[in-house]
């Protein structure tokens, strides 16, 4: 008897993992209420660099033949009777559950963000607000352009500099830097959390004469006045303002609740990402709350420890992070660290920039074809052990 | 109201770094309130003194067992 | 049909002999192996004018120029073979040739995974990955020393005839103020390294 798999969410863990698993052991069907599935990095190249270059694809046309493909969101999970619920009313019975649903901007916890974001746009959400920001950039001739981190999680912690450093570049190239003032707010103690990173990006951010306000936690928006205001009373005066939008996790009604945090990610064995309490269903990706970062490489090596995992291996995740990070004017780096390891302090190059375009070209194929590209990560991951590099970048 | 006490493991987080953890559970927090972090990274300690030297909160312990980082911070600061 | 094109049509007729068609056959099997694998998706969506351009954004540094120079002689090459329309009956005879030499065999036989994860283990290390970052900064550092210019005249000194005693080349050293300062460079090379090789 084939075990059935049931997989809600078709982005890069869903997808991943369901190409991961043997078609002869196993009968895999994926749920996804979009019949998209997204390169949300590339929101970031909308929005400062005016890219319509697609980026999405069917989710049927990434998934390997065999795959049952159900466009349908799913509404509740009920993990002590193995069921899920869709929207139309179909309950799907399982044998492992992989909830990888990702994770969403909410727009309830900052005053005045909803209308902020309607008029500057941002770059964590639509390609329509992404799109936004691009029209802001360009309208935008003289005065303050702010990036805001308006509170944790996001999604890809190195986005907010990201944003900052190409629309630096993009105000320079325009011959408008000197009357475009680019400024950046962060709650955290310097502009990337992250000491060794911080090391890297703080003296580009000085070179090239980006401002920027350290503990300063966003409150409220007003935008009669344009200020952006801290909750303990600070006031950032802007032009025009793009706000990282802090995420919350999923909207699929689970029970039992107590798997959930309060802002709904579900917890989960940072090794293994049983859910807790249950080694039949697993939480993989943004959607988990377990201790790394959310992004795509995340999900793509919690969804191969899973996929080992259900076919009877000990495998576990090492907590590894390996974020493509553009710095601008075509520089790069990558942000490289595991649980037992810190950031590595890897310096500013054009192959990194280099690298995540390619990335970004051939990242389809990846979730595609994982026979081809697992073993090629694999060798990557290895030679690139924040270990190892920390040996040679001290 | 009642005070809260919220408990945040930080345990493990390299990047993007435990302080992000403990400014999201001060967004959440209001005066009175109670947040525990506990955290492995070694730059967690001067991150949570400078955050509250400049945020303007009050700190009630921070201590060290083990290789694990315990800050006990009480919300004062929100405007 | 122009005149070009009808002496491609011809030169292919000519070509397409049945061993040679035998050996393409054998190729559009490496083909169709190579679009299983998902190469040919990767390859077609690395082709893309976005991609390519960030690409040669990325990779283009002086140093880079001044070592790609020499592709100007390939690019001659490639254009004298347009101009001739037998250059087609080569390139279909010469996959006859690499089909009795094993060698499609050979790539058939490389168009596997295994074969690839392999090559990656084999050649992606900490060492790679440091060199592949660095290597645009390092043809920075060789361009601006004239590192090409260096090795002309100094094969040419040092081949005359007359090999220096030892006091013209100390005087050498001690007098001119460029061959201290060349010196100097490399001590200054040999401090760092010792430095990373101090034992921890």
């Known amino acids: 008897m084939k075990k059935r798999v049931v997989v809600i969410g078709g982005g890069a863990g869903g997808a991943i993992l369901a190409n991961n698993l043997p078609l002869e052991d196993f009968e895999v069907t994926v749920v996804d209420r979009s019949p998209y599935h997204y390169y949300w990095p590339w929101l970031l190249y909308v929005a400062f660099r005016g890219s319509r270059r697609p980026m999405r694809r069917e989710i049927e046309s990434l998934l390997k033949p065999g795959i049952n493909f159900i466009q349908s969101g799913a509404q509740s999970v009920d993990l002590n009777n193995r069921k ?13 559950l992989v909830i990888a649903t990702g994770s969403r901007p909410t727009y309830g916890q900052i005053g005045g963000h909803e209308k902020a974001v309607e008029k500057y746009g941002d770059y964590h959400s639509t390609v329509e607000n992404a799109e936004r920001v691009w029209k802001s950039i360009n309208s935008l001739k003289q005065g303050t352009f702010a990036v805001v981190v308006g509170g944790d999680p996001y999604r890809c912690p190195p986005s907010p500099l990201e944003g900052l450093f190409l629309a630096e570049e993009f105000f320079r190239s325009r011959g408008l830097r000197d009357r475009v003032r680019v400024v950046f707010a962060v709650p955290y103690p ?31 928006i007003e935008d009669d006045r344009k200020v952006a205001v801290s909750m303990e009373g600070e006031e950032l005066k802007y032009d025009a303002l793009v706000v990282i939008p802090p995420h919350v996790g999923t909207d699929v009604k689970i029970s039992p609740e107590d798997v959930l945090t309060t802002d709904r990610f579900i917890q989960a064995d940072k090794y293994t990402n049983n859910i807790k309490g249950f080694d039949d269903a697993f939480v993989i990706g943004d959607a988990s709350a377990v201790p790394v970062a959310k992004t795509g490489v995340t999900a793509h090596l919690q969804a191969e420890v899973v996929a080992k995992r259900l076919q009877g291996e000990d495998a576990r995740n090492n907590g590894r992070t390996n974020c493509p990070f553009d710095l601008g004017y075509g520089l790069g780096t990558f942000v490289i660290s595991d649980y037992r390891n810190p950031v590595v302090k890897l310096p500013p190059s054009r192959f990194s920039h280099m690298a995540k375009m390619l990335f970004a070209a051939t990242y389809w194929d990846m979730v595609r074809y994982p026979e081809l590209w697992n073993p090629i990560f694999e060798a990557y991951f290895d030679a690139t052990e924040p270990a190892k590099l920390a040996r040679i970048y001290v | 109201m009642p005070e809260n006490r919220l408990k945040v ?14 400014v999201k559970a001060y967004r959440n927090a209001k005066n009175g309130d109670i947040i525990e972090v506990m955290a492995t990274d070694p730059g967690f300690k001067p991150d949570v003194e400078a955050w509250i030297k400049r945020t303007g909160n009050q700190l009630l312990e921070l201590r060290e067992e083990g290789g694990t980082y315990v800050a006990v911070i009480k919300v004062t600061a929100k405007k | 049909m122009s005149e070009a094109d009808l002496a491609v049509a011809e030169s292919l007729s000519r070509a397409l002999r049945p061993e040679s068609a035998r050996a393409l056959a054998k190729f559009a099997e490496i083909l169709v192996k190579a679009d299983e694998m998902g190469l040919l998706d990767t390859l077609r969506d690395l082709l893309d004018g976005e991609v390519l351009g ?34 087609v009956a080569k390139a279909v005879s010469l996959l006859g040739a690499l089909d009795r030499s094993g060698l499609l065999s050979l790539a058939s036989g490389l168009a596997e995974p295994e074969a690839l994860g392999e090559a990656a283990r084999a050649y992606m290390t900490a060492g ?64 760092s390294i010792g430095a990373s090789l101090r034992p921890k």
């Open chain 2, 9 to 22: 493991d930080a345990r493990g987080i390299a990047c993007p770094g435990p302080i992000t953890e403990l």
């Open chain 3, 54 to 87: 960030e690409g040669a954004k990325s990779l283009l540094s002086t140093g880079t120029v001044a070592a790609l120079i020499n592709l100007d002689r390939i690019s001659a090459v490639l254009e004298a073979l347009a101009r001739n329309a037998d250059a």
């Open chain 3, 128 to 191: 790679t990955f440091y060199l592949l970052n660095e290597a645009p900064k390092m043809l920075d550092g060789l361009a601006s020393m004239r590192i090409a210019h260096a090795l002309d005249s100094a094969l040419a000194e040092s081949r005359k005839a007359q090999a220096p005693g030892f006091l013209d080349a100390l005087n050498a050293l001690m007098l001119d103020e460029d061959a201290r300062r060349g010196l100097y460079f490399f001590v200054a090379l040999l401090k």
């Open chain 1, 84 to 96: 899920v619920v869709l929207e139309g009313g179909k309950t799907l019975d399982y044998d492992y």
């Open chain 1, 190 to 220: 310097r502009p990337y959390p992250a000491e060794p990173m911080n090391e890297v990006v703080e003296p580009l951010l000085k070179e090239r004469g980006v401002e920027y306000i350290t503990f300063f936690t966003l409150d409220r």
